[in-house]
């Protein structure tokens, strides 16, 4: 007889309803991690001409950049550091852009002319400014005589035009002359008859 050997069949044992789910996430395991970039925040030049940390409020950050390290170096060499710092925390937010670049100013001055600084720029521009207000007023003047010049030449013109337009005078000769060249015996006669006239009034 022959034995029928009976194998099992193999079992299907269903997963785990979240691996089946459409909806299931990879594990954060499988997945690289992104890190993010560090910021590389430079300290003003103020701090690092200084040497000390760039707080996040600096007050001399938002004018003296880490760009123009030459700025604060210049006014730190004439003010300082802390006179700078307590200038600016006593004005407006509006006016201190204007005081640091006055400051700078005032420093490169004073550094090219120790004695004078700032002074000495002045009156040189004062200098120039009176020069130059002298000669517009030498140019005036010199416009102002041209153009009496111009007028004095204008009504010389007009007085000849009107000369040159108005008619000769008559040439013809006068009564008395044609009856004396004509008939000079004539006139002697008259001058005799009237002197023969004014005899009886003065005898």
């Not at 003296?64 to 210049?74: D, Q, R, V």
């Not at 006593?90 to 550094?111: C, F, G, H, K, T």
């Not at 004078?116 to 004062?126: D, H, R």
């Amino acid at each position: 007889m022959f034995k029928m050997e009976y194998e099992p069949t193999p079992t299907f044992t269903p997963s785990s309803p979240a691996s089946l789910s459409p909806n299931s996430s990879i594990s954060p395991s499988s997945e690289t991690p992104l890190l993010a970039a560090p910021v590389v925040i430079s300290p003003c030049a103020a701090c690092k001409t200084l040497r000390r940390r760039c707080a996040d409020k600096c007050v001399l950050a938002p004018y003296f950049p880490p760009t123009e390290p030459a700025k604060f170096a210049i006014a730190h060499r004439v003010f300082g550091a802390s006179n700078i710092i307590k200038f600016l925390q006593e004005l407006p937010e509006s006016q201190r852009a204007d005081a640091v670049s006055s400051m700078v100013y005032e420093a490169n001055a004073r550094i090219r002319d120790p004695v004078y600084g700032c002074t000495g720029a002045i009156c040189q521009l004062q200098k120039q400014i009176n020069e130059l207000q002298a000669q517009l007023a030498k140019a005036q003047a010199e416009v102002t005589n041209m153009q009496l010049q111009q007028a004095n030449l204008a009504a010389m013109l007009c007085m000849e035009m009107a000369q040159s337009a108005s008619p000769p005078p008559s040439s013809e000769p006068s009564m008395d002359i044609l009856i004396s060249n004509s008939n000079p015996s004539l006139m002697e006669d008259n001058n005799n008859n009237f002197g023969s006239l004014w005899e009886p009034l003065w005898a």
